[in-house]
């Protein structure tokens, strides 16, 4: 089975993104894990499928793929490859536009300097939205927050926010050295999460500043998280540590994005690069 492809990142967070508008395209996990090979196939943390819409009101459908064959709910930094693809390659001569998502419908947007605006929708709160089972917590100190007790021994304290999909995101002194090889496993695979969860490690250095490292669900840690950052702002804000309104700069491995939440009901807004890297076309193995 031939399959077209272009490879493209946002902040080193690294994706196959196909064009499957006039074909559907529909493989097997076995098939979706190797295309995602780093050895055997292209290579990703995930795979971009930009299918027709099923809705009248939207432009494009948006399925985002892991890289251990499993289909997710949402992806930031995705989103601005999506919008960034879907122009590159003519499908769309809309600078904004609306795309149907697992997760609830986004508005990725093009600016005039070559960067992505995406309306990421308001972040959620409640447990269900995650889901998350509190009963398997104990309540933290504020709003959202939490504390898990970690298989192996341990505890963390963690902030859930739902951006389309779940994040758990903990406070730390220094993001360099925190345990997120150890602790981001444990924490995506605590049976509070019955779905599991991606892990954000924050550092805040500034009213308008942090530095942040995401062990994504499914993917291990990558270099940058779209829907990580708007997490960790979010809880950042909530938790009073954050300026609301104003854009926070979220710097990660891979680079820098901004970060804008007006508070509880407003949608986040993210803003940063996309960049196609090459084009090619791979041979999978039939199922």
Known sequence: MRIDFTKMHGLGN??????????????????????????FGVGADQILIVAAPTRADTDFRYRIINADGGE?????????????????KGLSAKRSIRVETRGGIIEPRLEDDGAVTVDMGAPAFDPAALPFDPARARPGDGPHRHLLALDGGGEVEVAIVSMGNPH???????????????????????????????AGFMQVCARDRIRLRVYERGAGET???????????????????????????????GGSLSIAWHGPGRPVLMTGPAVTVFEGAIELPLP
């Open 223 to 253: 270099l940058a998280c779209g829907t990580g950052a708007c997490a960790a702002v979010v809880a950042g804000i909530v938790g009073g540590r954050l300026e609301a309104g104003a854009p926070v700069r979220v710097d990660t491995r």
């Open 168 to 198: 758990a995101v903990c406070t730390v002194a220094d993001v360099d050295s925190a345990p997120v090889a150890r602790d981001g496993p444990r924490i995506e695979a605590h049976p509070a999460f019955p779905a599991r969860v991606n």
């Open 72 to 88: 997710v709910e949402q992806c930031g930094n995705g989103a601005r490859c999506f919008v960034r693809f879907v122009h590159d």
């Open 14 to 39: 690294d994706f196959i993104v196909i064009d499957a508008t006039r074909r559907p395209l529909d493989l097997t996990a076995a098939q979706w894990r190797r295309l995602a090979d780093r050895h």
